[in-house]
């Protein structure tokens, strides 16, 4: 079983950057790939970035490309989210997951493992 502990979330100013950090325990943290997802209040969970668990390959939505960065630090079984000139409609619950296979999936029923969520809030 794996656990993942999301942070970092919090309330911004429209053009502000965050961080969220995902920690990840009870499995090896490089046989899983990483994602984040998010889901804004009367919508849909939808996929944001994901990093692959071997070759680190990434994937960002498109209205997130050029602003926000996946990154993984396999010796803290840390995934990263740096988020940069934050709009307003990035206003969501911001959750990890993590999936058992090498491949990058963009579909929330393609991962095994979920977070609590963070919220975060950009005012305009």
């Known amino acids: 079983q794996v656990q993942l502990g999301e942070s970092g979330g919090g309330l911004v100013q429209a053009g502000d950057s965050l961080r969220l950090s995902c920690a990840a325990s009870?499995?090896?943290?490089?046989?899983?790939?990483m994602g984040w997802f998010r889901q804004a209040p009367g919508k849909e969970r939808e996929f944001v970035a994901a990093?692959?668990?071997?070759?680190?390959?990434?994937r960002y939505a498109d209205s997130v490309k050029g602003r926000f960065t996946i990154s993984r630090d396999n010796a803290k079984n840390t995934v990263y989210l740096q988020m940069n000139s934050l709009k307003p409609e990035d206003t969501a619950v911001y959750y990890c997951?993590?999936?058992?296979?090498?491949?990058?999936?963009?579909?929330?029923?393609?991962?095994?493992?979920w977070g609590q969520g963070t919220q975060v809030t950009v005012s305009s």
């Open positions: 997951a993590a999936r058992d296979s090498q491949w990058i999936s963009f579909e929330v029923k393609r991962y095994d493992y």
């Open positions: 009870g499995r090896t943290f490089t046989s899983l790939t």
């Open positions: 990093v692959s668990r071997k070759s680190g390959i990434t």
